[in-house]
């Protein structure tokens, strides 16, 4: 059973039908006793940083998230999700994220040129800077849908794959049992839907 | 690098396509379900579904429609059609659209493009404005093209981006159903004017159009047509092959 967070940020729609094309088994929860007995755990979000943040922590869902991750637990952050796996964001002002990876949280204004637009909106390519289990079903090149306006850096230790858009940004990231999207799978038709499968597919690290 | 995206738009009216497709393994051309997902699996980069029933019955039939679609398809979905209020996008958000388009209900209500993009995030909210050249200059055209609001279109979209609105589809009435191509120089006029998203619409008759419209404006982002893609005359695969060959870059 996967525990799909349900902290009252983003549409859960269309990643609910996801998992249940690929046939997981997933429930929509914030309750405690569910997201502890599941076998894996999927943050997703859209939205503002500090808000979700807050929510988190204002339902005790921060605190049970870094216990479960820390029993390794797999976890998935998507989006949003992705980015509240770090130390801080500095999404309108400096917020602290969950802490699960190392690395910061930034506009992308000011750091990529300036003719480019801002949201990143659209389908772009992946490029695996590491191999990993997400992308056992996937190749290098191929396409996955995007809506953001902030990307992780300073995340050496978990960037598994970036996506160019002026620089190279932190398009996915895992460290350990700890794995993150900034691309939303659940749009990104087959190629998605095979990250979503793998992540089904991974185990428990300890 | 980000690719530019190819949409096919859906009319819907009473639950189904108006404009029937023939599509080889396709059976019921008008049912939405259906060709949606058939749209999804043949390189449409994102879908707009649009709603032309004015009832309060086929409201409620679009919105079962418009769920059973969106739990067919994987990829992006635009709603529009009767979009007047925060209650419209939070009906058809619940029901799987990722993004919904405002037309006359902004016209009628400014306020609107804001109220929704503080709510559920510039991303969220799309601006359609249909366009047409009156003595030279372009004006917003409301009530499906048929009613000339007086406003000068340049300025007025560039109000709404500042509003909140995170992507516009500019739609030529000069040139839309005409088959000669999309309106470059409307086009480029709005894209200078903005830095969010601009999809064009109106004139699509042929793929090199297409291409056409991505190496005169390479700021532009998107493509849309409706008949050229139901009636099989220009295949998106196709179509996105023939781009790729010519260096534009799309997801194939």
Redesign the interface.
């Known amino acids: 059973m996967i525990a799909i967070i349900d902290y009252g940020v983003g549409n859960l729609f269309s990643l609910c039908s996801s998992l249940r094309f690929i046939g997981a088994d997933a429930v929509v929860t914030s309750k405690e006793d569910e997201i502890r007995t599941a076998d894996k755990i999927i943050l997703p979000g859209v939205g503002a940083f500090a808000d979700a943040a807050e929510k988190l922590h204002s339902m005790h869902l921060d605190r049970l998230l870094c216990e479960e991750a820390a029993r390794g637990k797999p976890l998935l952050g998507i989006c949003l999700g992705m980015q509240l796996l770090f130390e801080r964001s500095f999404e309108y002002g400096e917020h602290r994220g969950l802490g699960l990876l190392k690395g910061s949280v930034v506009p992308m204004k000011g750091v990529i040129p300036t003719e480019l637009k801002i949201p990143h909106i659209g389908w772009n390519a992946l490029h695996f800077t590491r191999k990993h289990p997400l992308f056992r079903y996937i190749k290098e090149e191929d396409c996955v849908y995007f809506v953001h306006s902030y990307f992780a850096t300073d995340c050496a230790d978990s960037v598994i794959a970036t996506a160019e858009y002026g620089k190279e940004l932190t398009a996915a990231v895992a460290y350990k049992n700890v794995m993150g999207c900034q691309f939303h799978p659940e749009k990104s038709g087959t190629v998605g839907l095979n990250i979503l499968k793998a992540f089904c597919e991974t185990e428990r690290t300890r | 690098?980000?690719?530019k995206?190819i949409i096919p738009c859906l009319d819907v009216k009473n639950g189904r396509v108006v404009k029937g497709v023939n599509f080889e393994g396709l059976s019921d051309v008008s049912s939405p379900v259906d060709l949606a997902r058939y749209y999804?699996e043949n390189g449409a980069?994102e879908l707009v579904f649009y709603d032309i029933t004015a009832s309060a019955e086929g409201r409620a039939l679009f919105t079962d429609i418009l769920t059973e679609v969106?739990?067919t398809i994987?990829?992006?979905l635009t709603v529009g059609g009767g979009i007047n209020t925060l209650d419209d996008f939070d009906r058809v958000?619940?029901?799987?659209a990722?993004k919904v388009s405002v037309n006359s209900g902004a016209i009628k209500n400014p306020e609107l493009v804001s109220a929704a993009a503080q709510k559920y995030?510039?991303?969220c909210v799309v601006l359609s404005a249909d366009v047409k050249r009156v003595d030279g200059v372009f004006r917003v055209f409301a009530k499906g093209g048929r009613e000339n609001t007086g406003m000068e279109a340049i300025s007025w979209i560039k109000h709404c981006v500042e509003m909140g609105a995170?992507?516009v589809v500019v739609n030529s009435i000069d040139t839309d159903g005409v088959k000669g191509g999309f309106d470059l120089e409307m086009l480029s006029a709005v894209c200078s004017a903005v830095?969010?998203?601009v999809i064009a619409s109106g004139g699509a008759g042929s793929p090199d159009h297409f291409l056409k419209l991505f190496r005169e404006i390479p700021?532009i982002?998107?493509g849309l047509a409706a008949s050229v893609f139901h009636f099989g005359e220009i295949r998106i695969p196709d179509l996105k092959k023939m781009l790729h060959e010519n260096d534009i870059t799309v997801?194939l």
């Open positions: 690098m980000i690719t995206r999804s980069d969106a739990r994987f990829i992006p958000l619940k029901c799987g990722d995030g510039n991303q995170g992507e830095n969010v998203p700021t982002d998107a997801r």
